[in-house]
């Protein structure tokens, strides 16, 4: 069965800062991995999908790499922003488009 | 107009009533999704529909009734739940059944007393 793992579980920064969300998943056959973002009391957004077969997708300040031998995924934020202040979450979709979660990491981003 | 609605978007109801939660996607999808989210623990799929027809329960409670009449609705159907059923419920849509981006709603706060 397909675990996810976040870390950190909290996370707090200054504004401006670089910064790396890191996801593990202990079964490496995984169709791709997807990170959302969840703001307080709202649903998720979704924020980058890496396929199984590539290393890493970015979208303006994000970028997130994807190793599935080594089962690990990183989430890497650019100049972090208040408005970057949320719950982040990275899910492993298996067949069937099954989405399997990790607990989320919470950034707050200080200004 | 958002991609994925849910209504309401806040429930409280008794132990004994029945209730419905409704989810529309306006994206064209064909597979829809009802996750549920718990304090303190990770998202978690409960159902999954692939053209209308239901392809995933993941074990969940008879008391948790889906229904998806076309590929655009959803309705998660409540019924004699338990407070430990308070929780937030995302719907969700994709196109196909591999490797597509899921899109969630909102969600619904459901609160059992």
């Known amino acids: 069965k397909q675990e996810v793992t976040q870390i950190p579980a909290a996370l707090s920064v200054p504004e401006g800062e670089n910064l790396v969300l890191n996801c593990s998943f202990t079964d490496s056959a995984i169709y791709n991995l997807q990170w959302f973002r969840q703001d307080p009391g709202k649903g998720l957004t979704s924020l980058l999908l890496i396929q199984s077969s590539q290393r890493e997708q970015t979208s303006g300040r994000l970028n997130a790499s994807l190793d599935k031998s080594s089962g690990r995924s990183t989430l890497y934020i650019a100049a972090s922003q208040p408005g970057d202040s949320a719950t982040y979450l990275c899910?492993?979709?298996?067949?069937?488009?099954?989405?399997?979660f990790g607990a989320g990491t919470i950034l707050r981003v200080k200004s | 107009e958002t991609g994925v609605t849910q209504t309401p978007r806040h429930l409280v109801m008794g132990m004994t009533n029945k209730k419905s939660l409704k989810c529309e996607q306006h994206?064209?999808?064909?597979?829809m999704y009802w996750y549920k989210q718990s304090a303190k623990k990770p998202l978690e799929l409960m159902f999954v529909?692939?053209?209308?027809?239901?392809?995933e329960n993941n074990s969940v409670p008879s008391r948790f009734s889906p229904e998806c009449p076309n590929s655009s609705h959803l309705f998660l159907h409540l019924h004699t739940l338990q407070p430990e059923d308070s929780a937030l419920y995302l719907c969700?849509?994709?196109?196909?059944?591999?490797?597509?981006?899921?899109?969630f709603g909102e969600g619904s706060w459901l609160t059992v007393v």
């Open positions: 994206l064209g999808h064909n597979a």
């Open positions: 529909y692939n053209f209308k027809e239901q392809t």
């Open positions: 899910a492993s979709m298996e067949y069937g488009n099954k989405l399997v």
């Open positions: 969700a849509s994709s196109q196909g059944r591999s490797g597509n981006t899921i899109y």
